[in-house]
């Protein structure tokens, strides 16, 4: 399974932007996946999690209501529109996925197949 992290960039606080993760390899149809970040100094945190079939999300208090995981098992991706974007944002997000029989989860430890992360940086 590869994953590939696409949509990040600079953005101004309370600006928005839209990244996007394309799976290949495997269909995503037996995947979960879910969304983390790591910011310098600081260990990976969970963001969004998403079902395979797309029914179940999960998020971080700390983005709730502001950041929304969707996937497209047509197209095999997994997106997350991130609005009203603040500063403590910043970090390099990763995409991750992991096999539905493993259960909904959110530890970062449990996820078999990462990609190569994508940098958010969000300016005051």
């Known amino acids: 399974v590869q994953l590939v992290e696409s949509g990040g960039g600079l953005v101004q606080a309370v600006g928005s932007l839209r990244l996007s993760c394309a799976v290949s390899?495997?269909?995503?149809?037996?995947?979960?996946t879910g969304w983390f970040r790591q910011a310098p100094g600081k260990e990976r945190q969970f963001v969004a999690f998403?079902?395979?079939?797309?029914?179940?999300?999960y998020y971080a208090d700390s983005v709730k209501g502001r950041f929304t995981i969707s996937r497209d098992n047509a197209k095999i991706t997994v997106s997350l529109q991130m609005n009203s974007l603040k500063p403590e944002d910043t970090a390099v997000y990763y995409c991750?996925?992991?096999?539905?029989?493993?259960?909904?989860?959110?530890?970062?430890?449990?996820?078999?197949?990462w990609g190569q992360g994508t940098q958010v940086t969000v300016s005051s």
């Open positions: 991750a996925a992991v096999d539905r029989s493993r259960g909904y989860t959110v530890r970062a430890s449990d996820y078999d197949y």
């Open positions: 998403i079902s395979w079939g797309g029914r179940v999300t």
């Open positions: 390899g495997r269909t995503s149809s037996n995947l979960h």
